[in-house]
């Protein structure tokens, strides 16, 4: 099994940054991919950033030129710099990671529990 906890969230003016981070643990091959989403009141969850094993990126337009996801695979860490906060951001941020398993075939998802977002006019 594996374990994802995210942390970093709070609250914000506009115009600030946050950097949220997120460690996948447990019985790890290896990681696919990992990614953040977002979910606010009433709206679909949604893709904010994915980066996968071979370092590729993809962002939501919401957020691109202003989000950042980066990877640190040894420590099966990822983070998310988030710059010029706009109060359309505030949501619960999510941690999404694709692995492998050390003790069983396959792929699978799992996620975090989420940690909110707060960016204030």
């Known amino acids: 099994q594996v374990q994802v906890v995210e942390s970093g969230g709070g609250l914000v003016q506009a115009g600030g940054s946050l950097r949220l981070s997120c460690e996948a643990s447990?019985?790890?091959?290896?990681?696919?991919?990992m990614g953040w989403y977002r979910q606010a009141p009433g709206i679909q969850r949604e893709l904010v950033a994915v980066?996968?094993?071979?370092?590729?990126?993809n962002y939501a337009d919401s957020v691109k030129g202003r989000f950042t996801i980066s990877r640190d695979n040894a420590k099966n860490l990822v983070y998310l710099q988030m710059n010029s906060l706009k109060p359309e951001d505030t949501a619960v941020y999510y941690c999404n990671a694709d692995v492998s398993e050390r003790y069983r075939t396959g792929r699978y998802r799992y996620w975090g529990q989420g940690t909110q977002v707060t960016v204030s006019s």
């Open positions: 447990g019985s790890i091959l290896s990681i696919n991919a």
């Open positions: 980066t996968t094993s071979g370092g590729s990126t």
